[in-house]
């Protein structure tokens, strides 16, 4: 079974930079697993910030980044805003086997 | 604007059906990948299904034999028939829109609540 692994929990002061993680029970992440990345917060819809590995959406602000980062998939937040407390979910897909596989989720607490 | 406005869920007993549409607005379904997430409360997202521009389609193996994925272009609508539920298939069920690659979701829908109980 296709597993991808995020961090639980992640707490970040306000201001500071922080890094999440996505890594697939297969091996290293490439660009071509299309890793995408959303937010989502309680009670609220998922929405999403980062597709096909570094793209943007329309809505997503200057301060969020994707990359691929020692074998992983990576969303950055770079100045991080209390309003960005929320839980974070990576989506990998595995063309092969034409399957979509999210990570677990990572709750961002910012205190 | 663009927006997918969910509808069809509520309370079934095990081993019933019940059909969720999504409709959209604001772009075409027949022309994006068109996806099912669920989630369940307090957990996490999976995805369930997906159907191609093209018309081929994919499922979880959680749901594979259960659940079929459909669209009404006339209609601008995307469906999900849920036949044998189970108290596992409790869960908010998201409509997405995909993008120009098959592994991206650009745009989600509010959601609809499934409960299957006695």
């Known amino acids: 079974q296709t597993v991808v692994t995020q961090e639980p929990s992640l707490t970040v002061s306000p201001g500071g930079t922080v890094t999440l993680t996505c890594a697939s029970s297969?091996?290293?992440?490439?660009?071509?697993?299309?890793p995408n990345w959303f937010q989502q917060k309680p009670g609220q819809a998922p929405r999403t910030l980062i597709y096909?590995?570094?793209n943007k959406h329309s809505w997503t602000p200057a301060r969020f980044s994707g990359s691929l980062l020692g074998g992983k998939a990576a969303l950055t937040v770079s100045g991080v805003q209390p309003e960005d407390e929320a839980d974070y979910y990576c989506?990998?897909?595995?063309?092969?086997?034409?399957?979509?596989?999210f990570g677990g989720g990572t709750k961002l607490t910012v205190l | 604007e663009e927006q997918l406005v969910e509808s069809g869920g509520g309370l079934v007993q095990p081993g019933g059906s019940l059909r969720l549409s999504c409709a959209a607005s604001?772009?075409?379904?027949?022309?994006?990948?068109m996806s099912w997430v669920r989630q369940a409360p307090g957990e996490g997202l999976e995805w369930v299904s997906i159907?191609?521009?093209?018309?081929?389609?994919y499922y979880a193996d959680s749901v594979k034999g259960r659940f079929t994925i459909s669209r009404d272009n006339s209609k601008n609508t995307l469906y999900l028939q849920m036949n044998s539920l189970r108290p596992a298939d409790t869960a908010m069920y998201y409509c997405?829109?995909?993008?120009?690659?098959?592994?991206?979701?650009?745009?989600w829908g509010q959601g609809t609540l499934v409960t299957v109980s006695s």
């Open positions: 297969t091996g290293a992440v490439t660009s071509g697993y299309y």
């Open positions: 159907i191609y521009s093209g018309g081929s389609t």
């Open positions: 096909s590995t570094t």
């Open positions: 997405a829109r995909g993008g120009a690659r098959p592994g991206d979701i650009l745009l």
């Open positions: 989506l990998l897909y595995y063309g092969g086997a034409r399957l979509w596989v």
């Open positions: 604001g772009f075409t379904v027949s022309s994006n990948y």
